[in-house]
Structures are given as C-alpha cells and as structure tokens.
C-alpha cells in the first residue's frame, strides 16, 4: 500500500496552460504538504495544509493554488504555465508537531 | 527566520572510508533537526532526528547547539550508501521544516 501517492508522475505541457497535480496520503496524518524541487535538487516548501487548513503559504506565485478537499487529500492547481516551473513538485505528509514527513514519489513538470 | 546550509554540494569518498555530510544551522528558538536522504529512484525519507539519538544505518548525527551543526558521520562507508542527504530543521509555531540544499553522496568502489 502506497502510503503517500501523487498523479502524475510526468507532465509534460506548453507555456500558457493550466494543470493539476493530485496527492492522496492514507497515513491517517493532518499535515500535508507539496514541496518544489528545482533542477539544482533544493527542496523549497511552497504549502501546508492541516485539517484543509492552509497554515504555510511561501513566497509563491498566485498561479498556484492548493487545494485540500479533505485531510487525506491536497491537489496543486497551476496556471498559466511557465518555463521556471518546471521541477519536480513533491507531496508530503506529517502528524502536525512532528517533522517526520512521508514523501510522494514527486510528479516530474516539464513546461516547454 | 530559519536556515540551513550544507556547504558542500558533492562529497565522493572510498568504500570502507569514514565520511561527515557537514550541516550547519541558524534558528533563534530551539530547533529540531533531522537528516532526510534520497537514494537513486526512490522516495525521500527519513533517516534520523537528533532527539531520537540512535544511529540508523551505521550514520550519527549529534546536535552542537554553540556550532549550530548537526553533522552526519559514519565511520566505515559503504556502496550502497551513495545518495542525497539533505539536513532539515523544524521550528516555528507552524513547525515549518527547512531543507538545506542537499549534498550529493558518492561511495565509489
């Protein structure tokens, strides 16, 4: 059973267009997570949503926007495309209070 | 505001060689720090938390609050040890957790 699990793993698009990345955890957690790894490998965290809640929102563009349907669930909406994002964008997940985060195995973005 | 700096961006050692993966930290409170590693293909996960105090595949890592480091050591490297560490530090009401940029381990034959 995968514990932290993300769709898709590729995406590849056009400048300009608009794409979803889905996260499910089945942990039982109340944290979750979508972290950005650039192609120098730095992870930067970009959200955190506890109980749907949002409790980190970084320095990111508002073309991105999560949204947490439910505790076990945290979507990544991006829009208008752009070359700078493409990355590798990770989910994660924690009990709150812990920095013990599960990982997804990250959802590979290429905007050309 | 929290950071963390690995100032090494790769490190290759021999089998059999002692390595250090040097992680350096700044924080006003009191932080907790972790060691997360990504081998080749698979996910990034957990390898040790200082308040645990437990060596976990052979690596340590002891908190030096005057150095603000929290260094990860192993005496005798191994092949198979060969991947991505990256430091980490939480802390925050938010319990944000920072990466440092990660330093690329090569245990070479």
């Known amino acids: 059973d995968t514990a932290v699990s993300q769709t898709p793993k590729y995406l590849v698009t056009q400048m300009g267009n608009d794409k979803s990345i889905k996260c499910e955890q089945n942990?039982?957690?109340?944290?979750m997570y979508w972290y950005k790894q650039d192609s120098k490998k730095f992870l930067k965290i970009m959200f955190s949503?506890?109980?749907?809640?949002?409790?980190i929102n970084e320095t990111v563009p508002n073309r991105f926007s999560p949204k947490s349907p439910d505790k076990a669930h945290l979507n990544l909406h991006i829009n208008s495309l752009e070359l700078g994002d493409s990355a590798v964008y990770f989910c994660?997940?924690?009990?709150?209070?812990?920095?013990?985060?599960?990982f997804g195995e990250g959802s590979r973005l290429t905007v050309l | 505001a929290q950071r963390v700096t690995q100032p090494e961006k790769l490190l290759s050692v021999f089998k059999g060689a002692p390595v250090e993966l040097k992680c350096n930290y700044s924080y006003s409170g009191s932080p907790e720090l972790f060691w997360y590693v990504q081998y080749s293909r698979q996910r990034l996960q957990l390898l040790l938390r200082h308040i645990s105090r437990e060596s976990i595949k052979g690596f340590t890592a002891d908190l030096n609050k005057g150095e603000t480091s929290f260094h990860l050591k192993k005496p005798f490297a191994q092949e198979e040890d060969s991947a991505m560490y990256y430091c980490a530090l939480s802390g925050g009401s938010n319990y944000k957790l920072t990466f440092g940029k990660g330093t690329l381990l090569t245990v070479n034959p």
């Open positions: 949503y506890n109980n749907k809640e949002l409790i």
């Open positions: 942990l039982g957690h109340d944290t």
């Open positions: 994660a997940s924690s009990q709150r209070y812990t920095g013990e985060l599960f």
